[in-house]
């Protein structure tokens, strides 16, 4: 059976599609709840994290350091104007 993918933003548009369903015979499916989804910024893939990574041999590379996640926000991650 053939596929197609219709991308919207409206919600009106989804209740026109379920009453058009119901004339032109087409089925209307949803992704799986549990998909990861992938974000798309000024070209850079952004990947949620997974939380069964497991980073304790990180803990020497930071170990005696002093960084914490508010320094880092504050120092290093804010963009240069």
Same mark, same amino acid.
């Given at each position: ?23 032109? !015979?087409?089925?209307?499916? $949803? ?6 989804? =992938? #974000? +798309? ?15 304790? !041999?990180?803990?020497?590379? $930071? ?6 996640? =508010? #320094? +880092? ?9």
């Amino acid at each position: 059976m053939p596929e197609i993918i219709i991308k919207y933003k409206n919600s009106k548009t989804l209740e026109v599609l379920n009453d058009l369903a119901k004339y032109f !015979d087409f089925v209307i499916s $949803f992704p799986k709840s549990e998909r990861k989804k =992938e #974000i +798309l910024i000024n070209g850079v893939t952004i990947i949620p994290a997974d939380s069964s990574i497991n980073i304790s !041999d990180m803990t020497e590379v $930071f170990k005696g350091k002093n960084v914490n996640a =508010e #320094i +880092l926000r504050d120092e290093a991650w804010q963009r240069k104007k």
